[in-house]
């Protein structure tokens, strides 16, 4: 994609929030791409920015040497309201599953001391992506991202996404550490796992010792209509990491573990110098307060549902549209070509969107604010940009 440059219009900065960004001629975007899954508020939200302008008054930066309020009250409603009882803040979804890479396996060593060999190895699945450090990378399916990197992490298996037999034995070996799943998997083309799929995971993890661990970097945090994606299946990892909406555009990233993950962890074992800091912790609590609301998470839900019906209605009948599957905000609309010329048309026509999986798969994650006007608008200039794939055949 071509790069376009984008800002906001001096009027919003003050604080009107929105889902509309502008290029430098003055040409106005309707945001579906929301900077790869990250602006749920979409962009300048008046609460947001007061919060981080008080809190950049206050106190930006003191280090992991020292706690402070944000970090504090940031941690609180994970630990209030999901299966963890500690938070560990990182700066991207990348660290955060770094994090997740290294606790399972001092958790292995720690609760199995008198093993012979610690199970020190982890499974992943196809179409996963975890982020691009040489630990995260080993994780990530497309070879692509790891190929000009290699040696990455060794003792990564790649499964089917959804293959509850080969997942169970290979977990029953007694050699895995940790199993990494999304339970949506954006970047891998907006593919959403079963209720079975998982509790088969958590059932084999709980037999073996093995830990759980839910990427929900991309899905997590409201973009489903629920506050975490894994509570739509009703079951629970012991390991969970999140990442890009939870900061409103800062970077921050965290590991939400059981007392039994964080008993294994001595204080130093892992840490960074900007991670938690006062400021992002603080703008994650202008998000959060926001996007776990019940009535939010509802409207989240109400308008998927309706984007995902208006997207079927509207592009189903193209021979070149597969499928439109998704999850509330997190849709997919399966192509059987590259999608890289809509894509391009689209942002020609004042609509950004992201691609997925093969490159054929057009991903739309709009701020969980947009309204259903704006969605209805984004579904027009689909249609009418749809032409533009005949040209691929
Ligand atoms: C599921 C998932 N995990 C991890 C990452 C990596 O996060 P980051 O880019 O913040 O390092 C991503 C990024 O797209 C992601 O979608």
Redesign the pocket.
């Known amino acids: 994609m071509a790069m376009t440059s984008l800002h906001l219009k001096p009027p919003i900065c003050t604080g009107t929030r929105s889902c509309k960004l502008y290029d430098p001629e003055g040409r106005e975007y309707l945001d579906l791409y929301s900077g ?1 899954a990250v602006n749920s508020l979409g962009h300048g939200d008046p609460d947001w920015i007061r919060v981080v302008t008080e809190q950049a008054h206050t106190l930006t930066h003191v280090s992991n040497a020292f706690y402070s309020i944000p970090q504090v009250e940031l941690a609180k409603p994970p630990v209030a309201c999901s299966f963890a009882d500690r938070v560990f803040f990182s700066n ?4 955060a ?1 770094e994090a997740a890479i290294k606790f399972a396996r001092k958790f292995q060593r720690y609760s199995f001391p008198d093993k012979k060999e610690p199970a020190t190895e982890f499974i992943s699945f196809t179409n996963s ?4 450090t040489m630990g995260a990378v080993a994780l990530t399916s497309k070879e692509h991202y790891r190929s000009p990197f290699e040696p990455v992490m060794p003792g990564v298996t790649f499964l089917e996404y959804g293959n509850i037999d080969a997942a169970g034995k290979l977990i029953q070996s007694g050699k895995i550490a940790a199993v990494f799943v ?1 339970p949506i998997q ?2 891998g083309g907006v593919h959403s796992a079963t209720k079975e799929f998982l509790q088969s995971l958590r059932g084999a993890c709980d037999d073996s010792g093995s830990l759980l661990v839910f ?1 929900e ?2 899905c997590s945090l409201g973009r489903t209509g629920y506050l975490w994606a894994h509570e739509a299946y009703g079951v629970v990892p012991d390991i969970m990491t999140l ?2 909406p939870l900061a409103g555009g800062l970077p921050i ?1 965290a590991a939400l573990v059981t007392e039994k993950v964080a008993a294994s962890i001595k204080h130093g074992e892992h840490g960074s110098t900007f991670a938690g800091g006062p400021l992002i912790c603080a703008a994650g609590l202008a998000v959060l307060d926001k996007i776990s609301k019940p009535e939010f998470l509802l409207s989240v839900s109400n308008k998927g549902q309706y984007f995902k019906e208006l997207l079927t209605r509207k592009l189903g009948a193209n021979p070149h549209v597969k499928e439109v599957r998704g999850f509330g905000l997190i849709v997919g609309v399966e192509l059987d070509v590259s999608a890289s010329t809509l894509v391009d048309a689209c942002r020609n026509s004042g609509l950004l969107i992201i691609t997925a999986g093969k490159g054929n798969v057009l991903r739309l994650v709009p701020p969980l604010i947009i309204s259903k006007p704006e969605l209805e608008h984004a579904a027009d200039v689909l249609l009418e940009c749809l032409p533009v794939l005949d040209a691929s055949d």
């Open positions: 790869i991207s979804g990348t660290e599953n992506f975890h982020g691009r999304e954006g970047e990427d970097v991309q990442a890009k990233g």
